[in-house]
């Protein structure tokens, strides 16, 4: 059996500046799959910068990879044939991180609503169109009525956000990539648009990445996390594991750091954060966090760290974990839940109904 | 009135006309921002937050008018009645605006340098280039940028860094109210807390008061001194930060506070049941009224005014008392 879209071995170089020519690593050596079977939902979580938005670039073939292989159902996204091109455009849909550049400025909201129902043959009539629409936009909270025949500047910041979850949902995907989809809208939008990401996958078995600088919303609606630092997987999980337990010192300084929605609470750990955050400039050797650790060691500044498997679903990139075996070819699939190929091979769970 | 305020704000009324009705996007909204201090803007999507942030320094446009009330900023008068070289001349260096979704309103043709120095030329004319280089380095450094981030173009940023960008383009003339709408909505929480930390570090060095419009409870409660809660072009709520959080009074902040997500436990993340209303069609009487547990008698006909309770401003029949 064919996995629905596999990374295997995914790096993506950026080269910028003319006379002093700059290469930026902004996904380094990601293997992982998104299985049909058993849908989940991935967070991606990172500092800015870190590569996320070009990880979910990847995934839907917006940009090639300088390196490594995207396979969308046993085959390269480079040698798609116009029809299966087509269906993996829809099978997979994004949901942008910047509701502001997802839009024509000229077109009405309608517009990015009813091309693709267009374009992908939902319906077989405009009736039946726009009652899919009109559903869709029900789901996110939005008045059609209100939302539809309007220019995007003539809506909120999170109206516009929630017109782009609904087009994701017209198209019944068997993926959704989300980035930053609840950013900028209020708590309670938010959670209304996260239950409704999350029933997607429990009604409609649909998997979703949810790109998210929130790791108290990833913690709650999703299954595992991958935690990127200047491209490279830090750590990666199950959520339970991860985010209440975290053993990469960059995934521990990101959780501390979540403010807490409790004025008497401090903010982070005392102290001031080490470091240039946002510069790409890494050592070509060594670990990448090694200038901001705070507990680097000998060994960290001579090499890069692998992905240790220090538990049943748990990796860290850091040499204090050195102890436990490193993960096969990097392959992310082992600690993420639930576990592909046990299930499928053994046969004796049944899925849970619920 | 002259309370000490740097800005104050009465009975703001933000109206965008439009082919289906009149939106009344900002809707009465009365407050003070006072020296020093940070205010904090959450509130439900859609409920004029932006509209309002826009509106202070008469950045809306069209079909948005103001349709009443004043703006005084101290010093200079009612914001709402400046000539054009007026505004001009408190745009950044009194009063400058962080926009929404800021870091998607760089030019993508521009390298960073010159568009932070547009801003300051256009205030400054007799900087030179020197002075000028040194102050774009200081402006990068102060959001926690490299130096050579000012020879880059937008598109070779991350969305972080476009903010941070945004951010110190928008203090370059040290202004002393900044209002920031979602400054850090698109930043890890890493860089958040450092933004803001910088963000709070300029502010006091400068004496700078900073009204901040986010959504992020979080944030909020960590980095606002006050919080005001908008709902539907209103202005419910205004509190010390700590009694918003640990005792929220009107029915839409309590509930708002408890949507709000946490570490602790996994478990369905609750929302306000019922629609956000519409700003053309906005309900009779209290707005919150469809979705309020509470209502009761008065709340579908009689519009609920602001009171004073002790400390804060409540605008809900629960609250009987004293008009703020
Ligand atoms: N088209 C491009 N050309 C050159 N560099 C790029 C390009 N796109 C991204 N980069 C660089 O690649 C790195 C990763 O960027 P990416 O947008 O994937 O980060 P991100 O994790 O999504 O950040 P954020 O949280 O701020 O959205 C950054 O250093 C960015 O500057
Ligand atoms: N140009 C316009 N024409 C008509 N209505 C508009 C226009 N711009 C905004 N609106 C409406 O005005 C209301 C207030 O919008 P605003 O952008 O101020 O909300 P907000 O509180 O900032 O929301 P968010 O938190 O989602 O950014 C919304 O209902 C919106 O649909
Ligand atoms: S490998 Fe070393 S420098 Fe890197 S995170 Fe681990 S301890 Fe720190
Ligand atoms: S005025 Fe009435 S409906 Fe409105 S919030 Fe108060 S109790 Fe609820
Ligand atoms: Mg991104
Ligand atoms: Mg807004």
């Given amino acids: ?38 849908p989940s939902i991935l967070a991606v979580a990172g500092e800015s910068g870190s590569g996320k938005t070009t990880l979910a670039r990847l995934l839907l073939g917006v940009i090639p990879p300088s390196s490594g292989e995207v396979i969308y159902r046993g085959q390269s996204v480079d040698d798609l044939s116009r029809a299966q091109r087509r269906t993996y455009l829809r099978e997979i849909q994004p949901i942008f991180q910047d509701p502001f550049e997802s839009y024509n400025p000229f077109y009405k909201v309608d517009h990015v609503l009813t091309v693709p ?49 609904a087009r994701a949902m017209l198209l019944r995907p068997r993926l959704i ?49 991958l935690v990127m630092y200047k491209g490279s997987v830090v750590e990666a999980g199950s959520v339970e594991q991860v985010i209440r337990d975290p053993k990469h010192p960059y ?24 470091g240039d955050p946002e510069s790409m400039e890494v050592a070509a050797t060594g670990c990448k966090f090694v200038d901001r650790c705070p507990v680097a060691f000998e060994p960290c500044s001579g090499q890069r760290p692998p992905l240790y498997h220090e538990h049943p679903s748990r990796a860290a990139a850091c040499f204090q974990y050195d102890g436990s075996p490193a993960l096969e070819g990097q392959n992310l699939d082992v600690v993420f839940e639930p576990q592909l190929t046990s299930q499928a091979a053994g046969g004796s769970q049944e899925p849970a109904a619920n | 009135m002259n309370n000490g305020a740097v800005l104050t704000v009465s009975d703001l009324r933000v109206y965008y006309d439009t082919d289906a009705g009149t939106v009344k996007a900002v809707d009465g909204v009365s407050f003070d921002l006072r020296p020093g201090e940070r205010l904090g803007l959450v509130g439900e999507s859609g409920s004029g937050k932006s509209t309002m942030a826009l509106a202070l320094m008469r950045l809306h446009k069209p079909p948005a008018r103001i349709a009443g009330g004043e703006v005084l900023l101290d010093g200079v008068g009612d914001v709402m009645k400046l000539d054009d070289d007026g505004l001009r001349r408190i745009r950044l260096d009194r009063l400058a605006l962080v926009p929404q979704g800021a870091m998607n309103s760089l030019n993508p043709v521009m390298r960073i340098r010159d568009q932070l120095a547009d801003g300051i030329r256009t205030h400054e004319p007799g900087d030179t280039r020197d002075d000028l280089a040194e102050r774009i380095q200081a402006q990068l450094a102060r959001v926690g940028l490299d130096a050579e981030v000012g020879g880059k173009f937008p598109h070779e940023l991350s969305g972080g860094m476009k903010q941070r960008v945004a951010i110190a383009i928008g203090t370059s003339l040290s202004p002393s109210v900044i209002i920031a709408d979602e400054p850090t909505s698109a930043l890890d929480v890493v860089v958040q807390r450092q ?12 004496g700078a008061s900073v009204l901040i419009v986010g959504h992020d409870m979080g944030l909020m409660a960590q980095i606002a001194d006050r919080m005001g809660v908008m709902y539907a072009g209103k202005l419910v709520e205004l509190a010390p930060v700590h009694d918003l959080f640990t005792n929220p009074q009107h029915p839409y902040t309590r509930l708002l506070i ?4 946490t570490l602790m436990a996994k478990r369905a993340l609750a929302s306000i049941p019922g629609a956000p209303p519409t700003l053309i069609n906005v309900p009779p009487g209290c707005p919150f009224h469809p979705r ?8 579908d006909s009689e519009v609920p005014l602001p009171t004073a309770q002790n400390g804060r401003v409540v605008s809900c029949h629960l609250y009987p008392g004293e008009a703020a």
């Fill in chain 2, 292 to 299: 309020c547990p509470s209502a009761f008698e008065p709340c």
């Fill in chain 2, 195 to 206: 933004v803001m930390e910088t963000l709070r570090s300029v502010q006091e060095e400068l």
């Fill in chain 1, 251 to 274: 995934t521990q300084l990101l959780v501390s750091s979540i403010p807490q929605p409790d004025p008497s609470l401090p903010w982070g750990a005392e102290g001031e954060i080490a």
């Fill in chain 1, 1 to 38: 059996m064919t996995a629905f879209l596999e990374m295997t071995n995914v790096s993506k170089v950026f080269s910028a500046g003319i006379i002093r020519r700059q290469h930026t690593v902004a996904v380094d050596d990601v293997t992982m799959t998104i299985d049909e079977q058993s």
């Fill in chain 1, 177 to 225: 990539v989300a980035d930053e989809p609840v950013s900028m809208v209020d708590a309670s939008l938010r959670a209304t648009i996260l239950e409704s990401i999350r029933r997607m996958k429990q009604e409609l078995g649909i998997s979703v990445v949810y790109i998210t600088h929130d790791l108290t919303t990833a913690y709650q609606i999703a299954d595992n996390i």
């Fill in chain 1, 117 to 165: 129902a267009k374009k992908f043959d939902l319906a077989a009539s405009r009736e039946q169109t726009m009652r899919l629409i009109e559903e869709a936009l029900d789901m996110v909270g939005l008045q059609p009525a209100e939302t539809l025949g309007r220019f995007p500047h003539q809506l909120s910041g999170g109206q516009r956000q929630r017109v782009m979850v």
């Fill in chain 2, 258 to 261: 408890e949507s709000v997500p």
